[in-house]
């Protein structure tokens, strides 16, 4: 029997999107594209975006309530959160704080971590970290973004792509022991429940190819506001073309570092920034593109929130089964990128 060491798993999800639906044909109504244009070049049919100041720890807040709910924790239970978001309600507080002050939790950690749109892969390797550690035993882990304030309404290589969305999870200790005791399990490969291997990556040289937002090195002024200068700005191309390589590397690390093989992955859950990504990955991994799950026609890109929604839905549909193996992947700006094979 072949054996793993876990230290955590995930053990309930939850998600929310804003209620406001805006389809392909609101951009063509201004702007020279289509809804035919959009959806064969990137699969997006529509996204959901936040009205009027609602800010991501707001919007979170459902998501986070719905993980606690599913996996039947009180607030008390929560010994941190980790929120993986780009676009944070201020410069500070941090949206973890504010999150924590809407569900009532007073005894825990939280911060706020910027890994833009793989923030979540990010966000469940630290607290997995901090859970071997001994730091924590369940750790709220969100991943959302509001994009919608970051969108240049102008610019039809880019406006297209993202909505708004969050999603959360509770990552707990596999171990019933504790703080300071045994903090892993052993357990047979085929069928222990947990995170299995990560990998994180990040190469800031080549960050400007995806930037967006004001901030110290560009404060916010009128005039910048009025130019569109805090918005997203993109070399889709060169995004793309590392993308897909990316993804496919470190799909393949983290089965090497367990020795299960691809073509023993259930469900391929990787950042939803493009159908032809997801394709090409695929088609460089050599697996059916039936093993990657996709929900980019409803709600594009929602940055950090892609893959918790995605989860989310698949264990609403009762496509996530336990046993199955998954392996989530990301990319994005910073350029940030990874993944994570675990057994559900
Ligand atoms: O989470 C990470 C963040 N982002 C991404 O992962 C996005 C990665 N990149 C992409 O998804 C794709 O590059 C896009 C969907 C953004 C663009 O698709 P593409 O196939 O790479 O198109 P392109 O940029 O090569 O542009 C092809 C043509 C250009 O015209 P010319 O130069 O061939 O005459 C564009 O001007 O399409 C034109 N174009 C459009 N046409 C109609 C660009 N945007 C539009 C549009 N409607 N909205």
């Known amino acids: 029997m072949k054996t793993i060491s876990v230290c955590s798993y995930i053990s309930s999800m939850g998600m929310s999107v804003p209620d406001k639906v805006s389809t392909n044909d609101y951009f063509a109504a201004y702007l020279d594209t289509s809804d035919e244009w959009i959806s064969e070049r990137s699969g997006i049919k529509e996204r959901r975006w936040a009205e009027g100041d609602i800010g991501i720890s707001e919007l979170s807040e459902r998501a986070a309530r719905q993980a606690l709910a599913n996996g039947g924790f009180t607030p008390q239970d929560i010994d941190g959160i980790v929120f993986a978001t780009v676009t944070p309600d201020y410069a500070f507080p941090s949206s973890a704080c504010l999150l924590q002050k809407r569900l009532g939790i007073t005894q825990c950690f939280a911060f706020d971590l910027a890994a833009a749109c793989s923030g979540f892969i990010y966000g469940l390797s630290v607290a997995d970290g901090l859970i071997a550690a001994g730091r924590a035993r369940n750790i709220l882990v969100v ?3 509001v994009l919608s304030s970051l969108i240049n309404k102008q610019d039809r290589s880019t406006c297209f792509l993202f909505g708004d969305g969050a999603g959360a999870a509770v990552l707990s200790s596999v171990s019933n022991n504790e703080t300071g005791s045994k903090r892993y399990i052993e357990g047979n490969i085929t069928e222990l429940s947990g995170l299995y291997a990560i990998d994180m990556r990040s190469d800031g040289s080549l960050g400007g190819i995806l930037t967006a937002g004001t901030g110290s090195a560009l404060r916010a002024s009128a005039e910048r506001i009025a130019a569109n200068e805090h918005c997203i700005k993109m070399d889709g191309r060169e995004v793309f073309k590392f993308a ?8 393949l690390n983290v089965c090497q570092k367990t020795g299960i093989n691809i073509s023993e992955v259930t469900h391929f859950v990787s950042h939803q920034a493009n159908m032809r990504i997801l394709q090409g990955m695929a088609k460089q991994l050599g697996i059916p593109e039936e093993r990657v799950p996709s929900n980019i026609a409803r709600y594009g890109n929602t940055s950090a929130g892609t893959i918790p929604i ?3 839905e698949m264990i609403d549909l009762g496509r996530l089964k336990k046993g199955d ?20």
């Open 325 to 344: 193996l998954v392996l989530l992947s990301a990319v994005g700006a910073g350029i940030t990128w990874g993944a994570i094979l675990l057994r559900w």
């Open 310 to 312: 995605l989860l989310t």
């Open 244 to 251: 897909v390589r990316a993804l496919a590397d470190v799909s």
């Open 143 to 145: 991943g959302a973004d």
